[in-house]
Structure formats: C-alpha cells, structure tokens
C-alpha cells in the first residue's frame, strides 16, 4: 500500500498559487518525499523532492512540516499547462528500494 | 543527451499471445522498474530490479515476466496467463538505493489486447 494520503482532487484559478497537501503519517527518518505529475499519457515528471528542510526549484516549492508526517506543494502562478494528476511518493533508501503510488491529486486549474 | 527509451509507443496483440515491451536506458542506472496503469487509476509496481541479472516481484507479478541481462535493459513479457493485458505500462530507472535520487519514467507503451 502507498504510504501517503492525497485528495482525490483539487481546483485553483488560473495565475493564483496552487497548494498540494499529503499526509505521509508513517514516514521513517531516512525517507525522502517526493512529487511528480503525470498529463494524460505520459510518463510522470519529476517536480520536486525533500527530506527534511523546505525545498524551491524553477518548477515549485515543497514544504515539509517538522515532524515530517505531512507536507505541501507550492505551485506558485497555476497555468493551464499545470493541469496534472499530482503525486506525493516516499522513497526509502533500503535494500527493499521501491516505490509505491498512490491515486494521486487530480489538480483542474480554471481559467 | 540520456534519458530512458519504452518501445513501441502503440501495441495491438490478439488475445493469447505473449507481448514484450522494450525499455533501454543510457543514464547508467543500476534500479529499473516497470508499473502499469489502468485508466482512471494510479501506477502500480509490476517487477523491478536493483541490479543485473536480479528482479523482484511488485504488487501484480502475475502473467508478467522480466529479464535483466543487460545493466541498459529491463524487458517485460506480458504472457497469455495475464487475465486483462490492455493498459498503459510505464518503465523507470534510478540510482539504486539512493533515496536522494529520483526516478526517471519512459514515455509508456498503450498495449491493447483484442
């Protein structure tokens, strides 16, 4: 089972920040959170990953709260162009190094 | 410039033959993994591999099978034992263990079986 929490979907005005909540409650201390998106048909695309500290890069910011169990992402300006489904993963760096997908967010960004 | 290579885009195959999907890496990763998706849903793990030569089972093994002879291929048969073939099935690659270091995912192969 995946190992994080997501709504199955969200909406947000064309231009205005987009905010990507997931709850990852059993997260282990070696575990890095991670985002990507899928656009129908296509193979999912890398935003954005953490483990502890908040991280920005050119696509988004990712917040992680202190003890770790849940974070956000931050789209900044949502475009058409941004409309995805979101998906938070934890990735365990382990011998049983895998991951496992949740539903995902299914983000409508409305113009 | 290196990325991770699924072939064929599109495959059309008749209900009890066996199928295999291609995907080629060049970015020298040692874990590759392959998910299928069904419309509507999220990814699931089907077989992955952390080093040649080795692979494991995911959560839907069954009717599939894989082979890793090479560090830059990770093959999947979808045999005729596989109840419902048709779904989009996704190839990914990655330092192996390395929980710092994302995935990189191939373009998908639509397999539809009729």
């Known amino acids: 089972d995946a190992k994080t929490t997501q709504p199955p979907s969200m909406d ?12 990852h409650s059993t997260i282990s201390g070696n575990e890095y959170v991670y985002w990507y998106r899928q656009i129908h048909s296509q193979g999912p695309q890398y935003i954005i990953h953490g483990l502890k500290n908040n991280e920005t890069n050119e696509m988004a910011s ?50 | 410039d290196g990325g991770i290579t699924q072939s064929p885009k599109y495959l059309f ?28 849903q999220g990814l699931r793990l089907i077989y992955y591999s952390q080093i040649v030569n080795d692979f494991q089972k995911g959560d839907i093994a069954e009717g599939y099978s894989v082979s890793r002879e090479k560090k830059e291929s990770f093959p999947l048969t ?12 996704l190839c990914a690659s990655s330092r192996a263990q390395d929980g710092n270091y994302g995935y990189t995912f191939g373009s998908g192969t639509r397999l539809t079986v009729v």
């Open chain 1, 12 to 23: 947000c005005a064309e231009g205005r920040a987009a905010n990507l909540p997931c709850n």
């Open chain 2, 13 to 40: 195959r008749k209900e009890g033959q066996n199928v295999t999907l291609s995907c080629e890496q060049n970015l020298n990763h040692d874990a590759m993994y392959w998910y299928r998706q069904d419309p509507g």
């Open chain 1, 62 to 111: 990712l917040i992680i709260t202190e003890d770790r169990k849940s974070s956000t992402l931050i789209l900044p300006h949502a475009t058409l162009r941004d409309t995805a489904v979101y998906y938070c993963i934890v990735r365990v760096a382990g011998r049983d190094d895998k991951i496992i997908f949740g539903k995902g967010t299914r983000l409508h960004i409305l113009p």
């Open chain 2, 78 to 89: 979808v045999t005729s034992a596989q109840k419902n073939p048709t779904a989009f099935y």
